[in-house]
Each structure stands twice: as structure tokens, then as C-alpha cells.
């Protein structure tokens, strides 16, 4: 069994910056894939970013259109946790972000579709105008 814990949400003006983190508990991954999705009340859970590592390297990374270039996903092994660091808010950035993984991935793209096995329990993100 796999517990994540998001953290890092808040309250920021249009422009600024946060970096959300997502910690692994229950199992060390030396391969899988984890992601991120964001949701507004009475809106489908939107698709953020992806990334996958296999043999303790980065095999995939993918963003939705609408954060390329503004957000990045990254992970740290050490402490079995994914980031997203999100530059250039807009107030349309505006949700719960989830954070979700593949403990039985090794290595593969992870597309928008992709079904993840474990959710956290989100945390939200507020950008004011």
C-alpha cells in the first residue's frame, strides 16, 4: 500500500510562484511513475503533468499545454517525493491539486489517460488577480 501526502498549496497572487511537493510513503520506488491532476469544484479532473523513472533515472516527462513552459515536475528518490514547481500563475491555475502514482510502472510514458493505482488527498491552490 502506497500514502501520499501533497503539501505546498496556497494562496498566491497572478504571476508568483509555489511549489507543491508530494511525499511516497509504504513503499520505496526504484521504478514507477507519478503524476499530477487538478480539479475545480464541478469540473473533470484535469491532467497536469507526468513523470516516470526506471533504474533511479527519468525516462518520461510529460505537461499538459496549458502549464508547459510555466510548471515542472521533478522528483527526488532520496526522499521518495515528486514536485511541481509552478511559475507564472494564472488565476485559471486555480484548483485541488492531486497528486497520484504507478507503483507497476518501470519506466514507461505515462500518458494523460494513464490510470493511477493511488491518490492523495489533494491540496489547494488559490491565485488571486
Known amino acids: 500500500q502506497v500514502h501520499l501526502v501533497e503539501s505546498g498549496g496556497g494562496l498566491v497572487q497572478a504571476g508568483g510562484s509555489l511549489r507543491l511537493s508530494c511525499a511516497a510513503s509504504?513503499?520505496?520506488?526504484?521504478?514507477?511513475?507519478m503524476g499530477w491532476f487538478r480539479q475545480v469544484a464541478g469540473k473533470e479532473r484535469e491532467f497536469v503533468a507526468a513523470i516516470s523513472w526506471s533504474g533511479g533515472s527519468t525516462r518520461y516527462i510529460n505537461y499538459a499545454d496549458s502549464v508547459k513552459a510555466r510548471f515542472t515536475i521533478s522528483r527526488d528518490n532520496a526522499k521518495n517525493t515528486v514536485y511541481l514547481q509552478m511559475n507564472s500563475l494564472k488565476p485559471d491555475d486555480t484548483a485541488v491539486y492531486y497528486c497520484?502514482?504507478?507503483?507497476?510502472?518501470?519506466?514507461?510514458?505515462?500518458?494523460?489517460?494513464?490510470?493511477?493505482?493511488?491518490w492523495g488527498q489533494g491540496t489547494q491552490v488559490t491565485v488571486s488577480s
Open positions: 497520484a502514482a504507478d507503483a507497476n510502472n518501470y519506466g514507461d510514458y505515462v500518458s494523460p489517460k494513464h490510470e493511477f493505482d493511488y
Open positions: 509504504g513503499r520505496t520506488f526504484s521504478s514507477g511513475a
